[in-house]
């Protein structure tokens, strides 16, 4: 009997039907992947990134500091420093540390310990903070240079750990012993100029960085400057170091040293002398400059300009303000123009001599007073000299004489093209001699070039239209002989033109400072500046017969009865000699100069030669006359209290 309310199999599938096995396989496998999923990641992250971890946990940690190179040291020829540098203590932090509120707000309480305004160390952290040309974790410094031994070191030493991500950094500060008396000679240090960023950003420099600034610091900036290094510091999230501390370093290399052939004995004379020279004209604008060369050598043993500007103070940002002093300290008088005045005779008489135009020892009547053309000469003094020789012209620098040697003899014996163009002798000689060009010293900035003027000259450098501006006359040939008109020579070329006369081989140099540069770790010389100069130009030639009776007249300047300069050196017996002069600079007193060189005794060769100028101070023979008597003799070992103080009875 069949049963309908049967149905055959079960209700649902058991565990052991086909289906729910699939069900559980499908369930197994979406369960197997997911695990495996998360293996794989545990391992990825334990194992691949576990090294990417650790180099950005580390990077948080180790702090990479710019330890900064010392500078290198500038020296005279004996090893006496003249630019060094000493030790110092900075308040320091690093804007990354720095820039929170927290931090901000103890910025406050350190600016009142410091003497400062809160808002000025505020706006520095956040400047830096921000600023994508300076590296946020360079420290900033807050105050430099604190004493340690003052009361502000010691408190602040004390208490560091109530100002976190602040500390006390040790530095090295500029410093220059002899101050005032080098500061042309040597410039200082501070921040980039605005006019040198963009050059000195490609020669790998920060924006922050501290360089030379005019002088010696300037001109040998890439010797000097040396070579950072870097240091590897685990900190903590203040910024402080951890107990683990530097992690690992690259030494800094100093700076090289840069030996001059300075002597600092006769650079302070120098400078001392101008001092006290200037200050006793009283004038309003006054100032004046002086150079000594080695004649064999062309090295620069002495230079100096005064008013002084101090290299301590401009170094630390804490210079006066220079550009209000109607004295004008900026300008360094070495290198500066001026009109050669009477210094210029000696190169007058070269030029005739060896144009064959002058005997030395024929004689010229030096009245009180020549007519050339149509206008009135005057002698110095308006005195009367009677007929005189070479020597004697130069030695009592008479300026009538010196007039007609320049109508009678060169100008009017020139040739017709030579009287239009001013290309006489006379301009021949000066060129030959340097005048109108640089000298190329190894100094910053620049010097100048002064002017040798001839028709060429004047077209390009007068006023269209005004007199004489597209013409050369035989006016402006007197004019030029005893260094008057339009002619202007720097102190600096006029020593090194009387050197090269002075030098045997007649040899114009290339002044330099540097004598050689040493590497502060091998001690090994890395540069000679002597031996990179162009090869020196040899004068034309300058027969004996020629030089031995400009010698008389040097001599007789210092030594005869009547020389211009006598009462000053004439207490050396002719030790040393030289030529005074007296530049007119209307409507402003004259400029005073003298050119000399020693020892100028029979048989020994010169072996220096100095220029001095004095702007707006008279006479040369009675102001610079005495500065250049007391500065060779220095440079000669001998007792400078010999020098007279000048009479002022002549040029």
Known sequence: MTDHGHIDGPLVDGPGTAASQRRLALFGSVVGVLLLALVLRLWFLQVVGAQDFQQQATANSIRTVVVPAARGVIVDREGRPIARNRNGWDVVGIATDLNNEPSLAMLGRLARALGEKPQRLQNMVRANANSKRRDPARPIVFKDDIDPKSDLFLALNERLDEFPG?????????????????????????????????????????????????????????????????????????????????????????????????????????????????????????????????????????????????????????????????????????????????TMKTVTAIAALEAGVLSPTELIRSPKKIKILDREYKNFRELDQGWIPLPVALAVSSDTYFYQVAYDRIYERSTPDEQRSGDNALYKWSTALGFGQPTNIDLMPGEFAGDVPNRLWRTQNLEKGSPGWNQWRAGDTVNMSVGQGDLKVTPLQMARAYAAILDPEHRLQTPTIAHKIVDSTTQQTIFEPARARKVPTELPPISPGTLEPILQGLVGATTSGDGTASSVFGRFGGLMAGKTGTAENAPRPDHAWFVGYGPATPGLQPKYVVAVVVENAGLGGSVAAPIACHTLAVALDVDYRKCGNGSGKSD
């Open 166 to 342: 602040i500390r006390l950094q040790p530095s090295q500060k500029r410093f220059y012993p002899d101050g005032e008396y080098v500061s042309h000679l040597v410039g200082a240090v501070g921040p980039i100029p605005r006019e040198r960023a963009a050059a000195l950003k490609k020669a790998g420099y920060r924006a922050d960085a501290t360089v030379g600034v005019g002088g010696l610091e300037q001109y040998y900036e890439a010797y000097l400057r040396g070579q950072d290094g870097t240091r590897k510091v685990e900190v903590d999230v203040s910024g402080n170091a951890t107990a683990r501390g530097v992690i690992s370093e690259v030494p800094a290399h100093a700076g090289a040293t840069v030996q001059t052939s300075i002597d600092l004995d006769v650079q302070t004379m120098l400078a001392r002398e101008l001092r006290e020279k200037v200050l006793l004209q009283g004038a309003q604008y006054s100032g004046g400059g002086g150079v000594v060369l080695d004649i064999q050598t062309g090295e620069v043993v002495a230079l100096a300009s005064f008013p002084f500007m101090d290299p301590n103070k401009i170094s630390i940002g804490k210079a006066p303000n220079y550009n209000k002093n109607k004295r004008e300290p900026a300008r360094n008088r070495a290198t500066w123009a001026y009109p050669p005045a009477s």
